[in-house]
């Protein structure tokens, strides 16, 4: 393991002793390529972790140039996020006063009720979930309040394109905040979607900005987080950090409770796969029943391995297409399960997209021709990036 893995790895993790304070200050004391390091904490959105930890352990290890561009970072995504947090409540008063209820996800409340501080976690963008049914009045309130969607389509290609996604985004101007509007956690082919109605029964209250918002509850903070990142393969050590971080804190967390909750959404197996990453990975503690369970299903096992080879693995020459898949499909515990994911991956892979409406414009009469010109650009973009690996 490269140095700089391993000292991003250190600053991750939920609990530090002396041991652990001790090995990042060797590390730091190394010779340590900095801008790959500042450039990787960034990508996998733990660079607060990281300056936090050198600045407050180890400064004087750290070049004066590099603690000048971390602390530039640090604070650069600090007043970013506040300006989000801002954004947030202002939405989240939008949608209260038009009766529509709405549970924020992840973003400010994740950092504010998890890490207690907006400054210690990177995001880029605002996420929302809200009940399927209210999606129009959502559209509506989000455009008549200087939002527009990201991308604009006819109201047919919308459909079809919505038909398997969980979410729509929305931007304000060219500069400003990205909003996610999620209906499910994961498509539906992924998991069984969550029950809206129960869980926001079990809702809990964090302070935000001086003002009471209901956020998950842990389990389900828990159970959300590792479908999240089961979903986009857990590509970043940052989701990672979330899951521990939150193990970490709610020691009184009703394990029993989360596990049959994630086999009810046929998403057991994220849920593990999540929790023996934070355990595998940054040392968090997990009761004894909990890690044998987790432990005990070799498939489960087997993708974590496959998450901690390529962590840190830049390959841009791999398929964007097969390889999230393929980890996803092994994620499905079922043979029912598998089917209804492979028929519901091949749906998505063959629903037209934004891309081919750019790429020929066409009137809603013709909306069936771009499910001919969907796989040709499919097969055209990933045949030239097969030509172009090494080795062909």
């Not at 949608?95 to 994740?110: D, H, K, Q, Y």
């Not at 940054?282 to 070799?298: G, M």
């Not at 089917?339 to 909306?367: H, K, N, Q, W």
Request: with cysteine; aromatic share 8%; glycine share 4%.
């Amino acid at each position: 393991m490269r140095p700089e893995h391993e000292l991003l790895l250190r600053c991750a993790q939920a609990c530090m002793n002396s041991e652990g304070a001790e090995r990042i200050r060797a590390l730091a004391s190394r010779d340590i390529h900095w801008n790959y390091l500042i450039r990787t904490s960034l990508s996998h959105s733990v660079m607060p972790l990281l300056y936090r930890t050198l600045s407050t352990m180890c400064p004087e290890a750290v070049p004066e140039a590099t603690m000048h561009e971390l602390r530039s970072h640090f604070y650069t995504n600090a007043y970013r996020n506040l300006l989000l947090t801002r954004e947030l409540l202002r939405l989240l008063n939008l949608f209260e006063a038009s009766l529509i209820p709405v549970v924020p996800l992840r973003g400010p409340t994740l950092s504010e009720c998890v890490y207690g501080d907006l400054s210690l976690r990177q995001f880029g963008d605002l996420d929302i979930l809200i009940r399927k049914q209210d999606s129009a009045r959502v559209n509506e309130l989000m455009i008549s309040h200087g939002y527009t969607p990201l991308h604009e389509l006819s109201p047919k290609l919308k459909a079809a394109y919505e038909k398997h996604r969980c979410h729509c985004a929305f931007v304000q101007g060219d500069d400003g905040p990205m909003v996610e509007i999620h209906w499910l956690i994961t498509p539906g082919y992924f998991s069984a979607p969550l029950d809206f109605q129960r869980m926001c029964e079990r809702l809990v209250l964090t302070s935000l900005g001086g003002k009471d918002v209901s956020v998950l509850s842990p389990e389900d903070l828990l159970l959300t987080l590792c479908m999240h990142g089961s979903k986009h393969c857990w590509e970043r050590l940052g989701w990672i950090r979330d899951v521990a971080k939150l193990i970490s804190l709610h020691r009184e967390m009703r394990w029993q409770y989360a596990i049959s909750e994630a086999s009810k959404l046929r998403s057991e197996r994220m849920l593990f796969l999540g929790l023996l990453l934070a355990n595998d990975l940054l040392k968090v503690y997990l009761p004894n029943e909990v890690l044998k369970k987790v432990q005990a299903d070799r498939v489960v096992r087997t993708l974590a391995i496959q998450v901690r080879d390529r962590l840190f693995r830049n390959d841009s020459n791999r398929s964007v297409i097969f390889q999230p898949f393929l980890f996803q499909l092994r994620m499905q515990a079922g043979l029912m399960d598998r089917i209804r994911y492979c028929v519901g991956y091949g749906s998505v892979l063959m629903t037209p997209t934004v891309l081919e409406r750019r790429l020929i414009a066409l009137p809603d009469s013709f909306l069936p021709l771009y499910y001919i010109v969907r796989p040709i650009r499919l097969m055209v973009k990933h045949g030239l990036r097969l030509a172009r690996r090494p080795g062909r």
